[in-house]
């Protein structure tokens, strides 16, 4: 089984007032890239986080958002008094303001440095947290990777019908690759024999034979053929395979290494069927190179 580098996942539970919740998504990456969205009251988790989404998925750009909505009276900050009452003070002292019968706005006062405390204990809160948002990020992971696994069903069925098609197209480049010698040795024949008619004289055989061989030599694909066979081979066991392990980047270097035997056979090969096959295998297997490009 394969899967998809794309999905989303999400969970989240409501205890005591205070709401968690978990999202997370992700999209195509050669490597494992962590985008972390936290609280800032959650930054010290990150480093956890992070290690708790890698371990569950291998590749790809993974965003983690993560949102806490504390609805109970233990979110309400606590307002300092002394730092408060200072400074009112000050203002009255200020030489702006005139006489003792000063209005003064209270609302603008809180929001100075030190006025408003956050609860208290924020170690426990940070604790509290985690014990609540791990459960939650292996739950949407967990649904995560069965929309990946969805996913990746879709893209074995596509890529399996391009492995096919590959191979229905190799089979005929290797049922014609033979006529190419002989056809060379009957035009060279016939052009030899034309030209020694005219002049009259005669051509060793052995000579035709050598200039057959090396031209037989050189066209050869035969070694290409099987090596393109045994990485269909290989792709397709790879596909099939239901060990669960990441296999993209192994299905990039074979399509690569296909891609290579392919354009090998196109540049040695002078037919012209053979060449016509040889577009058609070379852009079923770009379209493989797109696709694998998602799997994770």
């Known amino acids: ?16 007032g205070i709401e968690h919740c978990v999202e ?16 800032e009251s959650l930054q010290p988790l990150e480093p956890e986080f992070e290690i708790a989404t890698r371990r569950r998925l291998e590749r790809g750009t993974v965003t983690l958002s993560i949102s806490i909505s504390d609805t109970s009276e233990r979110a309400a900050f606590q307002i300092n008094h002394a730092a408060l009452d200072h400074y009112v003070e000050q203002i009255k002292q200020s030489k702006a303001v005139k006489g003792d019968d000063v209005r003064i706005d209270l609302g603008p006062l809180l929001d100075l440095p030190g ?16 014990a609540v948002l791990l459960p939650l990020i292996e739950k949407a992971c967990d649904e995560l990777i069965d929309m990946r696994n969805r996913e990746g ?13 590959i191979s229905a197209y190799l089979e005929r480049v290797a049922a014609h690759a033979p006529t190419v010698v002989r056809e060379y040795e009957n035009r060279l024949r016939s052009r030899i024999e034309t030209l020694l008619a005219d002049a ?7 000579d035709l034979v050598r200039e057959i061989a090396v031209y037989a030599e050189k066209t050869d ?55 016509r096959l040889i577009v058609e295998i070379k852009g079923a297997i770009d379209r493989i190179k797109e696709q694998v490009l998602n799997v994770a």
């Open 1 to 16: 089984m394969i899967r998809s580098m794309t999905g989303f996942g999400d969970a989240s539970v409501r205890e005591n």
């Open 24 to 39: 997370i998504k992700s999209v195509n990456n050669k490597y494992f890239k962590a985008i972390m969205r936290l609280p």
């Open 115 to 130: 006025v408003l405390q956050p609860p208290g204990d924020e170690e426990g809160r940070i604790q509290s947290a985690r």
């Open 153 to 165: 069903a879709d893209l074995a069925r596509d890529l399996m019908e391009q492995h096919d098609y």
């Open 200 to 206: 009259e004289m005669t051509v060793d055989r052995a």
């Open 221 to 275: 694909i035969a070694e290409e053929i099987t090596r393109l066979r045994g990485h269909l081979r290989q792709f397709s066991d790879r596909i099939k395979g239901n060990d669960g392990s990441p296999i993209g980047r192994t299905l990039e270097f074979l399509t690569q290494e296909m891609l290579r035997e392919a354009n090998t056979m196109a540049s040695k090969s002078p037919s012209a069927e053979v060449s």
